[in-house]
Structure formats: C-alpha cells, structure tokens
C-alpha cells in the first residue's frame, strides 16, 4: 500500500468533507445542487459559490499529484466543476429569447432566471412571481468562469457557446443604470418588489467584464474566433458609479455586508484602497455581530418579529427589526478570505476563532457545519433589543448552508497553506488596488490636407495628413460603434449581437487590426456631425484636455499606451485660419505634460509598438465555416462608408432677390419671431412667488390649510408671517397631527409626482395678427433677399407657426422638393459656420436634434444619486428618476418647455455639461440630491443680469448667444461658487473669465477684452444673497445635513414646511443614512419657488439639529419652520430699528409705515416677504442669520427653560 504523506492526508481529509458534504448533493444528469434535499430549485449564485471549494481542491491535489490515484482524483473534481458550469449554461442557453429581449427592453420580466430546476434544468417559477433580474448571479457566474478558464478548465465547447456568453456580457454591461432585486432578491429592503440600483450588482458586473476582456474561452487551444470582448468603457462606467455609491449599497440600504463579496474576494472590484477600508470598516462598525454580520439594517428575515403570512413589510414596522436582525456566518467566511488575500493572517485567524465557536457539528459525521444564520430567542426580543448583543442566538435554515460551508473550506485550504491566493485569482485581479506607474498618453495630430499641414508647419508643429499616414486607415468613431454591432450575432440562437452604440474614449485610444488592415478611430467628441457643441472649437479642446486626463486615470488593465487620434479639418478653421486656442494647446502637448499629464505627440507610425491593438476578428464570417473570410454586410459597409468623400452643399438659402417696399413691410411683421417663444426669466425679474409679477398674485391667506403630510396643499409661493400667524398655535396642538392624517385624504388638490399643478398655461405669441394673411410666396421671397441669418430665423419661424415643418416650399435641389425643414437645416449649418449660438439652438430645437449621448448624461447623473428636473419652476418642472430611453427623454424635456425650442436645446446642453462635470469633478456636487435644470438656467441668467447691469429679457437673451464653451465656463462658475467677470467680444457676444484671476485663463475670443469690475462696495454687499441664491437654487445642503435631520424628527411630530409635513414615521420606515429619507426631506424643499429662501429654511433645520443635539428633552409637537424664518426676520428688523440700520430704508419700520409694491412684493425686493437684508447677512456671529433664526426657536419652542437667560449666538 502507497505511504501517504501528511499533506496527502491532511488533502484527503477535505476530500472526504467535500464528498460528504457537497458532491453527495450533486444532480448526476444536470451537474446543480438543489437548496436542500425537500427543495430542488437550485439559484446560480449559490450554486457558483458551492462549486469553488471543489474546484480549490483540484487545484490543491494538482501540487502533490504523484500517483494515478491522485491524478483521477483531480480529473473527477475538475469535471464536477465543469459540469455544474455547463449545467448552468444549458439552463440559460435555454432561456436565450429572454438573454435578447433583455438587451432592448431592460424589462426585469424579460430577465434570465434566477434559479432553475436541480433535477431538469428548467425554469421553476414564472417570470412576475420572482424578483429574477439578479445581475450579481449572472456576472458571478461569467467571472468564476473566467478564472476556471484561465487555471485551464475547458468549460466553453463551441463557437455557439461563445455567442452565448458574449451576448451574456452584453446582458450584464448596462449594470451600472439598471436597478435589480440585487443579492438578496428582494431589491428595496421593504420587499415589496422594486427594483433598485445596487452596489453589489455593478461592483460583481464591473469584475465579470474586465475579466472577460480578450479571454481565450477555449484556453490553450482557442484562437481569435472564441475570444471574448469588452468595450472598456462600460466596465469603466461601472467603475465610477460603483466608486460613487460605496460604502452605500443602494437607496434603501445604506450599507450591507454582501459587498464584501465586492471589495474582496472573488471580486476585487474597487481600485481605491482608501474606499476598500472604510466599506470594510462600516461593515465590521455596524453590522458585525457574535454570530456573524448582519446583511443590511433592519432587515426582518427569519426574526421573530417577521409576520411569517406574507412577503412585505409594511414601512412602519421596519423600525422594530432593529437590533434583533439575523447574523449570518457566512460573512465570517469573507472576512477570512478578506484578510488573507490582504496578508493579514493574524486577523484572519481571529475571524476563525469566531466562526469555529458558532459551528454546529455533525455527530454522525463528525464533521463541523455552517448554519445558514443565527436569530434571536421570542421569548428574548426585548432584552436584545434593550442590551443589543446580550442574548443566546439559535441557528435557523440549512445547516449546512453549502454557500458559507465552501467559502470555509476554501478559507482552511489558504490558511494550511494548501493553496495560493493567485490559485484562486489567476487572473490577479487581487493587484487592481495595488499602485501602478503614471501612463503616458500617445497624441497624435492628423492634418484633413495640405492646407492645414502647411498652416501648422508654419507654427513648428509638424503633422502628417490622413493620406499619409497609409496603409493605417482613420475614421471617426461612429464606424467602430457600427463595426461593433455585429459583435455576437448568432443566427442558430437567435442573438442579434450588440445594441447598445455608444464608443467611448478608452475604445477610440486603441488600434484595430481587421485581415491585414489597421485602423485608428478619432474620439467622438471631434465628430460635427453629431451635436452642434461639436462645432465650437473652443469646447471641443476643452474636452479633449479632460479626455486626456481621464485616459490617464481610467486606462487600466489593458496593454499598451492609450492613443489619441485628432484630425483638423477645416470645419475647425475659423475664418481661414487655426484658432489661436488649437496652436497653444498643441504647444503643451508637444512640451510632454498638460493638465497634470504626461503625453507624448507624435506620428501615427511611431506609436504601433507601444499601443493597444485590438483583433476584429469578429467581423469574419465564422458561421459559415469561413473565419478569414468578411462578413458580406461588413464588407459592403466598409466600401460604402470607409471610401466616402465628403461633399459640400449648396445652400439652399443663397438665392438673392430684388429688394422691394412691400417684402421690406412684411419682414418686418415677423421680426423678433423666434424672441417671442422664449421663456426664461431671470430669477431678478420674477415676483416673490417665483413667476413674473404681472402673473395673477396667489390665493388669499383665507384660502390657505393646514399642511399636508407629502401632498402640497398650496400653490408653490411662501407665506408672508400673517399667513401662518394664524396656524402657530394650531400646529402647537397635540390633537393636530392626527387629524391631519384623517383630512388627508379628503383632499381634491390635482398634483403630479408630488408637485402642484396650477391650471394655467403658457401663452403662445404668434406674429402680429394683421399680417396674418401674409402670402407664403412673399414670405419666401424676402428669405431669398435677406442676408441676416436672424432674420431669415424670424421668417421660417413664422413658416413653421402657420404652414409646418414638411410645408413643401415650391423650390428644388437636385430634382427633389424642397420642404421648410430642409430650409432650416441649411440654416442651421450656416449658423454653426458663423457661430452664432442662439440661432443654432432654436434652429436644432426646431429641428429636433438630440445629443446623442443624452440618455448617457442624464444615466451618469442619475446613477450617481442626482435627481433631475427640467422645465422652468414653479410649475412647469418634471423630475426624472430613473434612466429613460433617448427618445423619451428629448420628448419629455421639450414637453417641460414647450414652445420654447432655445431652452430645450439649453438643457440638453447644459444636461451634458453636468454629466461632465460628475465625472471629472465630483466634488462639485457634494450634498447635493436634485439637480433643477430650468432654475440654474434662471440662475445663469440672474448672474449675467447682476454683472452686465442689463434687464432680466436682455440678460437671458446674452446667455442663449453664449458660445457652448463659454456656456459650460458659466455653469462651472455658478457650480463652484466663484466669482466671474463678463468681457465683451463684439457682436454682442461675451466671453465669462474668473474674476479673481489676475490672467484670462478662460476665455473664448482674444482681443480688446472689456472687463467690467467686480469688486465694488455693492457686489461685497450681495455677496451672502448671491451665495444663498446660488446654493439654493443646486439644491446644496450641509455635511451629514439629512441624517441630523432624521434625529430631529425623532424629538417632534414633525416638521411643516411650506405647508407640507415630514412626519415623524419617517424615522420609524427608514434609517438615518438612507438615501429613500434625504429624497423624502428633498421632495418638501423642493416644493419652496424661491432659492434664497430655501436655504434659510435649511439654516433653521440646521439650527434645530442643533437644539437636538444640546437637549435631551423632546422639541413639542410639530414645528412650523418658515414661521421660525419669519420670527427670525422680524427679530432682524427689531434690531435694525434700534440700530438704525440698512433696513430702515425698506423693511425696519413700524408696522403702519411698512411699504410693498403694488404686486404685494416687499420694498427691497426680497423674496417670501423676508427683508433682503436679513438673506445679505452672513450665517454665524452676533448678527447672523442663525443667531436671529436660534432666538426665535428659543422663544417659540417648548424646549427651553425661559427663566434662564440663554446665548443664541452662533460662531
């Protein structure tokens, strides 16, 4: 008989445990293991994780195979890998319909199942009685294979199985926008079905593309056919967002302990070690316990509290699962594997020690067992609750629980050194976080022709043409995002490939080879074919700088140097000639640094060496039997669109005519057309309630209620402080609260999506009505005769108001009609050539063109936690919560402003420029939830009229001929808070520069700039107002300002603002740090019209946090707090008089002798009848705001003792 050594022993030990314990469950014919032996429904999350201490084990023996014996022993476990792996694929090759639906619809009720029959392999319950849309499971599962593949298991078979898990790829590449049910299948923690964005899910899916990205599914034996590919821009974007969210795990769930499967092992999603430790450290903080972590707060499942009858919580009762949650052992096996793929061995033994205390051990066997979890006693609830920690646990559910138990094996194979971390991780996935050398981006400027490379030689910047650069092939982005759609078709599988047509700088920085052709693609941001922001120079090297400083931090785990390919056409000439901006920015690149990054400029055949080069091989027509072969469609494709010249139109509208009186008349009658349909107004122009003050003035007090708990019970204006005198003491009233919930549904106040809705509409404004019979011949006529683009704006404006866009003209172009949208299409090239912005934007609006990565930006805003409304407030906004296809959301957004063509097109515009800056800047957005388009653009329009000194009509008129460039410089301003100058360029065009910068870093034009002074005396005084219009108007809030909030409807029945009630059951449905409660307390400020006052509002919330945090008693019943603004403004005033103070001119005067406007608007101005002087004045000291705001909550709350004299003042 053969000696065994101890190793040999010791391995055949946990051989014997692995058969015992898992491979007795195994399906012989379909290779899954049921839930239990009563259950035979086998979910693939479970199932993957089950198999990987098998598959620890093969690898184990494979280091001291020195017998046939040990070599079977091997090969059977392999195989037992390898067929659950195909037995989950077979399972899911079966549901293929759903794998494309999917990829159009993102409907969760086309989604692939999450468990199948153990026994068949077929679904076991139908697509609306389960939450399937579980991508963590379907991503786990690509990744597990992809190590597997990579330690040489051969689990893929065919090129059809390939297609299969391509188009699986696809599936899962979107995970950064689509809410799922997550890892524990019931996506928002209430369980009442809604599906939720979840960390654990785009973390598991960031992982699974990125090791899937140019792997060999048939190993050693594959070749370029069965390859698989990533567009690295969708694991990148999963990145960010992952990075956004963390440690958060979704709206519901401020943190949850399955994202160790995240951080760590098999994972490793997260690049920043800084962001590894502090999830780390809140999930050990808040959710360990004795017996293992808690999944996530207040989670009911299996506690004795939970009503075993139905599936739901109701939200009321979620509060009294705290502190008596389930502890789940398993979350001691990550912690294990956590520490030891860390290094940290000595913590890693600890956690043992913690788990081998709570193991359950099998007498039979002999064998310890992991329980599924541990729940508190019935009987001892409330002592748990009282002293959290204190009480004797019971295990509940399966024991053993073959998720956790394999995950322990695994972790003993490491710990007695039986295995290797890179064993498990051949794919070093571990190293993601570990710090890597800068990159170098390779620049490379092509010339469309001679012309432009003579122009550039003649600044010592020497650049070869297209043409020169053969047998290389350039073209622009667009063709690689078709190329790229025939990605995974499979026509004896029904799979059509590649939906999605977005291509992002990191797969435009790569070279592609296709047979013996090699390509270079430019980024799409240079493309003028797209958007018109493309059209402005200025921008676009704007972007390209952040582009280049973006490649530097995203290019990661790919080979080579990322490669940025610009060609100069002469579209980018500005009269001829390479604007200045272009010849400085290629200077700094040609010194090798700009922006904080190394580059290197050079020619395209330089950098073949040290580039990425990317295989099409895709393109050939493998389903056929002929690979080398181009797929035909691809091959027509790339002789109709790779040999296109581009050729130059005739404008329609170059046509001259004689002059006459009579044409002269009737252009008149239709000037100012395209003026007439605009619709913003400055936030300085409007009245105290957000609208113009010619608009019909609000109800009377009389009418006003008492305010409704989530629902407005008035029109969206604040009320002076006789409007809510009356309601003080009736809001004081303990009976109040509930009878406000019986009222409640009494209430018949239209409303829509939790904002009121006032019947009126907005006027439209057509031409003068006594030319109204004007005859179309003559109105075309004088669009032949006039040269003023503007002008011939106003004429097909009017066109378009009484005959349409398809009217057809009468005239011709190459045999074919000419319509009046061809006209405005050739009027819209004219005025991107002349740069003149605010006819392009109407033009485009008229037109309606789209960005076309619209729905992108609107995602990358939404997915990072920002709410976002278009339309101008009050009453025209809509939120979008959740990511809308292009169409919609273009049709949504010129819904919000109907006639007025120039702000859609500006909030589309300015859309992307936010989107930008949340991926560049994120810290500009900090505390801020909701992002109200149509007010920053009344913002934007405010800020010019303040600093041009212009009306509030002329001022918004200046900011739609802003050029795009300058247009994003303004909103940065506004974001950032800094100060900004307006220069005048000529033409009636301004460039915004910073004001505080001795040099003009940021300007569009060059020549005689017209700086208009800043820092006098009167910008130092509305500097405070201007402050607090501008965070009001972002939605910013201070640090940790929800969750204070939380703690101060703990201590009342409520919080009344603008007569809408957070009520204090908030506190009972959700935690502090949930995102669901700050959206809640976001929803009733949003309801205030006016920014300013607004953020007083939040300055007394915060005074109440305050009081909150200093007293142990409770704050009353509940708080009306605009009326503790208002007892503030007064107390303001008061001093004022005594002081003879700035207000005395307008609002500190004796109640008699006070003086409004004839629209009911106060003197000075202010809005929400609040002095603007007391909005001017600076937060803390002895006269601020917060001071006055703490006097009158000390002399209007219950909270404090009135005989002692109290210091109000805050520093």
């Not at 508190?376 to 073959?402: H, T, W, Y």
């Not at 907005?762 to 075309?780: G, N």
């Not at 045999?815 to 392009?840: F, N, P, R």
């Not at 520069?993 to 509305?1022: T, Y």
């Amino acid at each position: 008989m053969r000696t065994r050594t101890n190793s040999g022993v010791h391995l055949d030990y946990y051989q014997r445990i692995v058969h015992k314990i898992i491979l007795n469950h195994q399906n012989p014919v379909t290779g899954l293991f049921p839930a239990s032996p009563e259950n035979d429904h086998a979910w693939i999350r479970d199932n993957v994780y089950t198999i990987l201490a098998v598959w620890g084990l093969s690898m184990a023996y494979k280091k001291i195979a020195d017998a046939d014996e040990d070599r079977a022993r091997i090969y059977e476990l392999e195989q037992s890998c390898v067929k659950l792996m195909r037995g989950l694929l077979m399972a899911m090759m079966r549901q293929k319909d759903k794998i494309e639906k999917f990829k159009t619809s993102q409907n969760p009720l086309d989604a692939l199942h999450a468990k199948y029959s153990s026994v068949t392999g077929l679904s076991v319950v139908a697509d609306w009685e389960w939450g399937h849309l579980q991508i963590d499971a379907i991503s786990l599962y690509l990744l597990i294979l992809a190590q597997m593949t990579a330690s040489g298991l051969q689990i893929i078979f065919n090129l059809d199985e390939v297609a299969l898990i391509q188009n699986l790829v696809f599936y899962i590449e979107s995970a950064y926008c689509t809410p799922d049910y997550g890892i524990w299948e019931r996506g928002d923690k209430s369980n009442h079905g809604l599906p939720e964005l979840n960390a654990s899910s785009i973390g598991m899916a960031k992982a699974a593309l990125e090791a899937m990205n140019e792997l060999d599914l048939f190993g050693a034996r594959g070749g370029p056919s069965s390859t698989i590919h990533i567009l690295a821009d969708e694991a990148q974007k999963c990145q960010a967002v992952l990075q956004s969210m963390l440690p958060r795990e979704s709206s519901s769930k401020e943190l949850d302990s399955g994202l160790l499967a995240v951080i760590s092992f098999p994972a490793f999603a997260c690049d920043d070690p800084n962001l590894i430790d502090v999830s780390l450290s809140a999930i050990i903080t808040k959710l360990e316990g004795k017996y293992g972590c808690k999944r996530f707060l207040r989670d009911g499942y299996r506690t004795p509290r939970e009503d075993p009858n139905r599936l739901h919580y109701d939200p009321l009762e979620l509060r009294m699962f705290e502190n008596i949650e389930c502890e789940w052992p398993l979350f001691f096996c990550y912690l294990i594997l956590s520490y030891i793929f860390q290094g940290n061995k000595e913590t890693a033994l600890d956690y043992l020690e913690k788990l081998e205390q709570i193991l359950v051990k099998d007498e039979a066997n002999g064998i310890y067992l992991v329980p599924e979890l541990y729940a508190v006693p019935g009987d001892k609830v409330d002592a748990e609750c009282e002293n959290p920690g204190s009480q004797m646990r019971i295990g509940l559910g399966r024991c053993p629980f073959l998720w956790a138990q394999s995950l322990f094996i695994i972790g003993k194979l490491l710990l007695d050194g039986f295995l290797a971390v890179g064993e498990l991780d051949p794919l070093n996935r571990r190293l993601c976080s570990e710090k890597k050398p800068d990159v170098v981006v390779q620049v490379v400027i092509l010339a469309e022709d001679n012309d432009i490379r003579d122009k550039l030689a003649a600044y010592d910047i020497a650049v070869e043409t297209i043409a020169e650069v053969a047998p290389i092939e350039v073209q622009p982005a667009r063709v690689l995002s078709h190329l790229y759609t025939y990605l995974g078709r499979n026509e004896k599988l029904g799979l059509s490939g590649r939906k999605s047509r977005d291509v992002g700088i990191l797969s435009t920085s790569k070279l592609y080879s296709l047979q013996d052709r090699i390509f270079a693609f430019t980024p799409q941001l240079t493309d003028q074919t797209r958007f018109y922001i493309a059209s402005d120079n200025e921008l676009m090297i704007d972007i390209f700088k952040s582009e280049i400083n973006f490649l530097k931090s995203s290019w990661q785990n790919m080979l080579g140097r990322p490669l940025a390919v610009i060609a100069l056409r002469h579209g980018h000439l500005d009269e001829g000639k390479i604007p200045l901006a272009m010849i400085t920015t290629m200077k700094k690149l040609k010194s090798g640094y700009i922006n904080g990054t190394r580059v290197t400029l050079g020619n395209l055949n330089d950098f073949l060496s040290t580039s990425c080069i990317t295989n099409l091989s895709f393109l050939g027509s493998q389903e056929d039997g002929m690979p080398d072969r181009l797929n035909l469609q691809v091959e027509q494709y790339l002789e109709e669109h790779l040999l296109k010249c581009m050729s130059s139109k005739s404008s329609l509208l170059n046509c001259r005519a004689a002059q006459n009186s009579k044409s002269l008349k009737r252009r008149m009658s239709v000037k100012g057309a395209i003026k007439k349909t605009r619709s913003i107004i400055a936030a300085d122009s409007e009245g105290t309630d957000g609208r113009r003050s010619s608009t019909q003035l609000p109800p009377s007090p009389q009418a006003l209620g008492p305010p409704e708990v989530f629902h407005p019970l008035f029109p969206p204006r604040s009320p002076s402080p006789e409007d809510v005198a009356p309601l003080w003491k009736q809001l004081r009233s303990p009976r109040f609260f509930s009878k406000l919930l019986l009222d409640q549904s009494e209430s018949h106040v239209p409303y829509e999506n939790g904002c009121y809705i006032e019947s009126r509409s907005r006027h439209r404004y057509p031409s003068e009505t006594q030319y109204a019979d004007t005859e179309v011949e003559e109105l075309l006529s004088m669009l032949k005769e006039c040269e003023n683009l503007e002008e011939q704006g106003d004429i097909l404006q009017y066109l378009v108001d009484k005959q349409g866009l398809m009217f057809d003209t009468g005239m011709t172009e190459n045999g074919k009609a000419v319509t009046v949208k061809d006209l405005l299409k050739s009027l819209y090239e004219k005025a991107c050539q002349q740069k003149l912005w605010g006819l392009v934007r109407h033009t485009s609006g008229m037109l309606g063109k789209r960005v076309e990565d619209l729905a992108k930006a609107v995602t990358d805003l939404l997915v990072r936690q920002k709410q976002v409304t278009v339309g101008m407030p009050p009453n025209n906004e809509h939120t979008i919560t959740a990511p809308l296809p292009e169409n919609e959301l273009r049709q949504l957004i010129h819904q919000a402003y109907g006639d007025d063509e120039s702000s859609a097109m500006l909030t589309q515009e300015l859309l992307v420029y936010l989107a930008m800056f949340i991926r560049t800047e994120p810290l500009l957005f900090q505390e801020m939830l909701r992002l109200r388009v149509g007010l920053i653009i009344q913002v934007m329009a405010a800020e010019l009229s303040r600093t041009l000194i212009c009306s509030g009509e002329d001022a918004s008129e200046h900011l739609l001929n802003l050029s795009p460039f300058e247009m994003k410089n303004l909103l940065h301003h506004i974001m950032s808070g800094k100060e900004f100058a307006i220069s005048s360029v000529g033409r009636g065009n301004f460039s915004v520069i910073s004001a505080k910068s001795g040099r003009m870093s940021k300007k569009s034009n060059f020549g005689d700039l017209l700086e208009i002074e800043v820092e006098g005396e009167g910008e130092r005084q509305g500097q405070w107002l201007r402050r607090r219009r501008l965070d009001g108007a972002l939605n910013r809030v201070p640090k940790d300002f929800y969750s204070r909030v939380w703690s101060v409807l703990e201590r009342c029945q409520g919080l009344a603002i603008e007569g809408r009630l957070l009520p204090p059951n908030l506190t009972q449905e959700m935690t502090s740090g949930e995102l669901k409660f700050a959206l809640a307390v976001e929803s009733v400020l949003n309801c205030i019209p006016q920014p300013e006052f607004r953020q007083l509002i939040v300055e007394a919330l915060m005074v109440l946090t305050i009081v909150a945090e200093h007293t142990q008693d409770a704050l009353g019943g509940i708080i009306s707090v605009e009326s503790l603004v208002h007892k503030a403004n007064q107390l303001f005033l008061d001093d004022q008089l005594k002081m003879n103070g700035d207000a005395t001119l307008c609002c500190a005067k004796t109640p008699g002798k006070r003086e409004i406007t004839p629209s009911g608007m106060l003197l000075c101005g202010g809005a929400a009848h609040i002095c603007q002087h007391f909005y001017d004045s600076a937060p803390s000291g002895s006269y601020g705001t917060m001071t006055f705001i703490m006097r009158a909550v000390a002399m209007l709350l219950d909270c404090f003792n009135h005989d002692e004299e109290i210091d109000c003042t805050i520093s």
